[in-house]
């Protein structure tokens, strides 16, 4: 876990792409209940999928997104994308993002 401008940062496993996300929350363990902002940066090709799931099944809500950015000054490979999580339960979160070409996780855990 790296921290850039004070908020986690997290790389992902990916596949024919490379995958960050920069958490806009205190850590993580991230919180159960509540909207937590992730931008996430992918390089690949095609429109963003994005899903969060215990191992058990249980889906995330994703608030909203995923909302293109033009630009920021968070400097990883890739488009850059936003997404609203809100966690239900406590547990190990895969969080999935797919395109056209390329697709990547990262486990993120939630009190």
Do not use: N, Q
């Amino acid at each position: 876990m790296l921290f850039t401008e004070g908020f986690p940062e997290v790389r992902g496993v990916g596949r024919e792409a490379e995958l960050w996300g920069l958490l806009f929350a205190a850590g993580p363990p991230l919180a159960r209940g509540e909207e937590i902002k992730i931008v996430w940066r992918m390089t690949g090709e095609g429109p963003l999928r994005v899903k969060a799931t215990l191992p058990d099944g249980t889906p995330a809500k994703l608030a909203w997104g995923p909302e293109e950015h033009g630009g920021s000054s968070w400097h990883k490979p890739g488009e850059e994308w936003g997404t609203g999580f809100v966690f239900p339960k406590r547990g190990c979160w895969k969080i999935e993002l797919t395109r056209t070409r390329g697709s990547g996780y990262v486990w993120l855990p939630v009190k």
